[in-house]
């Protein structure tokens, strides 16, 4: 069993800041890369930011400059820290990891359950 729990999220005035948390736990033998979604009310879901397996990183041009993805390889986790919050930042956020749970296995994506993060105007 893998799991993917975010934590972090919450309400914020606009311009603000939040740092995201997501712990990944179980059977894990690699994790070649860790990201973030969103999805807003009424909306699909989006690549916020993704974390490679080599730390190269990718962000959705709407958060370029303001969001930084990290991970910490030790402790198969990835943080998302949220600068300059918008309304339009209000969303359910996702944790993605792609892994692989043994030499065995071709490896697989994992979610977690969400995290909601408010912005107030």
């Known amino acids: 069993q893998v799991q993917l729990v975010e934590s972090g999220g919450g309400l914020v005035q606009a311009g603000g800041s939040l740092r995201l948390s997501c712990v990944a736990s179980?059977?894990?033998?690699?994790?070649?890369?860790m990201g973030w979604y969103r999805q807003p009310p009424g909306k699909q879901r989006e690549l916020v930011a993704v974390s490679t397996s080599l730390l190269s990183t990718n962000y959705a041009d709407s958060v370029k400059g303001r969001f930084t993805i990290s991970r910490d390889i030790t402790k198969n986790t990835a943080y998302l820290r949220m600068n300059n919050l918008q309304p339009e930042d209000t969303a359910v956020y996702y944790c993605?990891?792609?892994?692989?749970?043994?030499?065995?296995?071709?490896?697989?994506?994992?979610w977690g359950q969400g995290t909601l993060v408010t912005v107030s105007s």
């Open positions: 179980g059977s894990i033998f690699t994790i070649s890369r």
């Open positions: 993605n990891a792609f892994l692989r749970r043994g030499a065995w296995d071709q490896g697989g994506e994992y």
